[in-house]
């Protein structure tokens, strides 16, 4: 499986960025989907998961209410919508995938990660 994210960038305080990670190789709908980011010094976290169908979420506290994951398994893609966005928010994020149906571990699959900066 790859896994291509996209969809980074530089936004304000208060701004929404779409994250996007394209599946190949392999079809992942029957995988979790999951995103993490790991910003400049800090060990890589958990940010958000999706099971197979898309009928169950989970979120790190950190971004509850704020993130939203989705999926698209006809077009083999993940997608994280972020709004109001904090300067804390900034860091790399990989998107990955998990054959083993843990929402938080045993991803075996990862994307090469895109960056997002949030400014104040």
């Known amino acids: 499986v790859q896994l291509q994210a996209s969809g980074g960038g530089l936004v304000q305080a208060g701004g929404s960025l779409r994250l996007s990670c394209a599946a190949s190789?392999?079809?992942?709908?029957?995988?979790?989907m999951g995103w993490f980011r790991q910003a400049p010094g800090k060990e890589r976290e958990f940010v958000a998961a999706v099971n197979w169908s898309g009928g169950s979420t989970y979120y790190a506290n950190s971004v509850k209410g704020r993130f939203t994951i989705s999926r698209d398994n006809a077009k083999n893609t993940v997608y994280l919508q972020m709004n109001s966005l904090k300067p804390e928010d900034t860091a790399v994020y990989y998107c990955?995938?998990?054959?083993?149906?843990?929402?938080?571990?045993?991803?075996?699959?990862w994307g090469q990660g895109t960056l997002v900066t949030v400014s104040s």
């Open positions: 990955a995938a998990d054959p083993y149906n843990d929402p938080f571990d045993r991803y075996d699959y």
């Open positions: 190789g392999r079809t992942v709908s029957s995988y979790y």
